[in-house]
């Protein structure tokens, strides 16, 4: 728990061999570029990731688990450390983005202004420089000369925005270190700046739960991570086997951007709003007491619903009684939300009087960013949530029961361990198709795109096939035979992108669909 971000001199062990030749050209690109810009070298370079989620969607904000893994895809900031003034400089390697200066003493917040209704890319890393230097109280910080390069896709489900912002966060320490050290306070450690990163992107205006910045930060090497958030934030490696057969994950962008802050009103922080709604409801139907601000989400309900009504875990292992649990909740929903009153979605001063506030009332509690529509589905969006929620822990549950039987196959009957192996993949493949439907029927976060290709994903052999992070666009991940994987890549290429993007170049296919190993978190990288 109390880690730091790993220090490294070396990047090969962030990428795996043939991704590492272009990504050795990236760094020395970056080095390059830096000391061309500032006319000197950088102290260090900050390295966050992006992810894809494989299981456990739009539940992070209801405090619940998701599935997350790192992928090759980065951030990186280079940065020189100026410790007689604290004006800070950044710009982009590629000159599409605007740069950014500012001298953090006539901010009016004495850090960095940051207009969230201006989408402006810069935001991202103020976002983080500010969440830092808030949170550990510094009021005249070192100064910064920073030159980005992300190749992390935009606005498609992999989370650049949280590789950036969390990058950011993981650079600002670094470059105060000296500062901390001076004040004899402690670095914060790879958790902390997880928990910092979260807080510090909601400055950009979006209510976002904890999945990107936790996946980002937290990764380790070969592993996915299931990540809870409540009561605290938590990640445990989850391993997939690597004998025969193996498995692996591929994505494919439907290339249709989902531009986050923008359609947040009417998607994102709706779908917050309305689950807190149905949390707030469902806890008054079953007499659960609301804490003293009122608010409450979807885990807490659960929580305080089984401590109320009693819950025996004995001969159950921890999967079995938290699927229990969630299904006994989802049966809750039904009988609460699924009333023809409820069902088809309520208007906002249904909502209001269903909740117990007046319409005041409940904006205060509930609606701390803009949002924008006029009907509100309780019913819908609680049952994706429980429901979601069954098969992340069951996708977990199957990936360890996958592991046990590697294990017990060296040296045993390798037949038996393909057949078991195989049955538990198609398992996986099963639940991430469930979840597909459900982010589709019930949180409407599907699009046309990504029902086709996650469609043709399943006829090209895939074991499963669903969207990734916020949906409406932006990628999907597919679960498929590693021997399979060139077979399943050509089919798609030919199937999807040569008719609805038949004008792409080699390498812009090669960004648009590739196999992706898990890879580590964050980074520091000192050598040079
Ligand atoms: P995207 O938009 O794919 O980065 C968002 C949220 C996550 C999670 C997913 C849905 C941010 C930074 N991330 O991911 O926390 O809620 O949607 O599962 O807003
Ligand atoms: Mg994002």
Redesign the pocket.
Known sequence: MSEPIPVIDDISILYSDPKLASARARWAELSAEFEKHYGRKPDFIARSPGRV?LIG?????SGFG?LPMAIEDDCLIAVAVNESSSDVKFANINKKYSSLEFSPKSSQDGYVDINPELHVWSNYFAAGYRGLLEELNIETPNGMLCLMSGSVPEGA?L?S??AFVCCSVIATVKAQESLLEKSQRKIPSAHEIATIAIRS?RYVG?L?????QAASILSKPNAALFIEFHPVLKATPVYFPTTQPAIAFVIANTLVTSA?AETAPVR?NLRVVETRGAARVLALALGIPLPADGKFHLKQVLDAHYEKVGFSSEGKTEAEADIEKLVGMTEVVERVLGTDEIKNGVSYSKLCELSGLSEAEFKKLYIQQPIRDEIFHLYRRAKHVYTEERRAVAFRDTCEKAMRVQEKAAGGDEHKAVVESKALFKRLGELMDESQVYCHKYFDCSCDELEELTQLARRAGAYGSRLS??GWG?ASVSLVSEDRVPEFISHLKKEFYAKHHPDLTEDQLERAIFASAPSSGAAMFVGH
């Open positions: 989620n969607e739009h539940v992070d904000y998701v489900g989370s925005s949280s992107e979006a976002v739960g904890g999945m990107d986050k994102y992070g916020a932006g």
